[in-house]
């Protein structure tokens, strides 16, 4: 599991690719497990509904390998930050990290992207505009940056705001 299904640098660095994807596929517990798929079915069945299966696929595999860069990106710039210092109580180059959050943000933040103006349920019981639901979950990962948050990765998740924004641009210039 540790090998093959969770990202960090020390795996790349030793050729283990493939975990930018399987990582993806992969959770630290049942709750970590089923929000993520909670976000996915919801969101992914509208965007399945407009852009067909194949797409949201793709756009799955865009956000989990973004997420996976974003991720390596911050933990490269903490190692860094740490080794400046001569202040290393865990070597982040280390800290594995693992979970759908950036593919499911790429599609959840795609569709908010799309129909800003549509209600959603914030906690499933406040209405509130998409686009306020999207603002306030990139502010919340760029804060868990800025705070260095080690429990969830603030970076993964804005991998995937980063494809979706992407895929946005696309769909506005009829790229898609």
């Avoid at 959840?108 to 103006?117: E, G, T, V």
């Amino acid at each position: 599991m540790f090998r093959n299904f969770m990202i960090s640098l020390d795996h790349i660095r030793n050729g283990y690719l493939h975990t930018m994807v399987t990582s993806a596929f992969s959770h630290m517990s049942a709750g970590h497990l089923v929000s993520n798929m909670l976000g996915l079915y919801f969101f992914g069945q509208h965007l399945g509904r407009v852009f067909g299966p194949d797409v949201l696929l793709k756009l799955y595999f865009a956000g989990a390998i973004s997420g996976s860069i974003f991720y390596l990106a911050y933990h490269a710039f903490l190692a860094l930050q740490s080794k400046n210092r001569g202040t290393v109580a865990v070597d982040p180059s280390r800290i594995p990290g693992l979970g759908a959050s950036g593919a499911v943000n790429a599609i959840m933040l795609l569709d908010i992207f799309l129909f800003p103006k549509s209600i959603l349920l914030f906690d499933f019981i406040i209405p509130v505009p998409a686009i306020l639901l999207g603002i306030y979950i990139i502010g919340k990962d760029m804060l868990r940056v800025i705070e260095g948050d080690t429990e969830v990765s603030g970076s993964a998740h804005l991998g995937g705001a980063a494809a979706a924004a992407i895929a946005w641009a696309r769909v506005r210039r009829g790229r898609f």
